[in-house]
C-alpha cells in the first residue's frame, strides 16, 4: 500500500493539489507512516518544474498539516497512549524499544525533541504523540510544534523547488558533477540521522533498564 502511494504521487498531486500534501503529512504527523515527506518534496519539485502549483501554498499546506496532524497525535497520546502502545504500537513499529527512546529524549530535551524531531524521521512519526504520553504542557507543545513545522515545510519545500527547477537544466559534466555532490551530501546526512538515532537507543536503554510506565 504505502509503495503504491508512493509511486502514484505525481498523479495525487494532479488530482488533489495542496489538499494531498496536507493530508498525507497531516496523517504521517498523527504517527501512521505514510510518506508525507515524500509527498512534501515530490510537490515542492512538482511545482517547480510545472509551475501547475504554487511553492508558497504548498509550503502553507505542509505546515498546516503538521500542525493540525501533530496535535491530534498529542491528544492521542494525552489520553490513551499507553494503552494503544501496548495494544497496537507493533502495527505501527512504535515498539517497547521506541517508546523507552521517547521517554528518554523527554526527560531530557522536550522541547528539542519536538521541534528537532520535525526533521529525523523516526522522532517526526511520533514526537507528538510521545509528547502526549510523557504529558508534555500543550501550550509548550504546541509552540515549538508550529515552529518546527512551519521551519521543517519551508526548507524542505523551497530546497525541493529550487532542484525542481533545476533539474529542468541539467545538462553537460559540470552540471551533472553538481547533482552527484548533492546526493551525496543528502546520503551523508540520512547516515549521520541513522547514527545518531542508534547511539541515542543504545543510551535511552541503558538509562532505562525499568519497563515502561505511564507518568505520574
Not at 63 to 79: E, F, K
Amino acid at each position: 500500500m504505502l509503495n503504491f502511494l508512493a509511486r502514484n504521487l505525481d498523479s495525487l498531486l494532479a488530482t488533489y493539489g495542496y489538499l494531498a500534501v496536507f493530508v498525507f503529512v497531516g496523517v504521517e504527523s498523527i504517527g501512521i507512516p505514510v510518506p508525507g515527506e515524500t509527498m512534501l518534496v515530490t510537490a515542492a519539485i512538482y511545482a517547480g518544474t510545472t509551475g501547475r502549483l504554487s511553492i508558497f501554498w504548498v509550503i502553507v499546506a505542509s505546515a498546516a498539516g503538521a500542525i493540525v496532524g501533530d496535535n491530534i497525535g498529542y491528544l492521542i497520546g494525552r489520553t490513551g497512549g499507553y494503552r494503544l502502545v501496548k495494544r497496537y504500537g507493533r502495527y505501527i513499529r512504535l515498539e517497547e524499544d521506541r517508546l523507552r527512546l521517547g521517554q528518554y529524549l523527554f526527560d531530557k530535551h522536550g522541547s528539542k525533541v519536538v521541534f528537532f524531531g520535525r526533521f529525523i524521521s523516526v522522532l517526526r512519526i511520533f514526537a507528538a504523540f510521545l509528547a502526549g504520553v510523557n504529558h508534555m504542557h500543550w501550550r509548550r507543545f504546541l509552540f515549538f510544534n508550529a515552529a518546527g513545522g512551519i521551519i521543517w515545510s519551508t526548507l524542505y519545500g523551497v530546497a525541493a523547488y529550487l532542484l525542481g527547477q533545476q533539474l529542468l537544466r541539467l545538462s553537460g559534466p559540470i552540471d551533472l558533477a553538481l547533482a552527484i555532490i548533492g546526493i551525496v551530501v543528502i546520503v551523508a546526512a540520512i547516515v549521520f540521522l541513522r547514527r545518531n538515532e542508534a547511539r541515542l537507543q543504545r543510551e535511552a536503554d541503558a538509562a532505562m533498564t525499568r519497563p515502561i510506565a505511564p507518568p505520574s
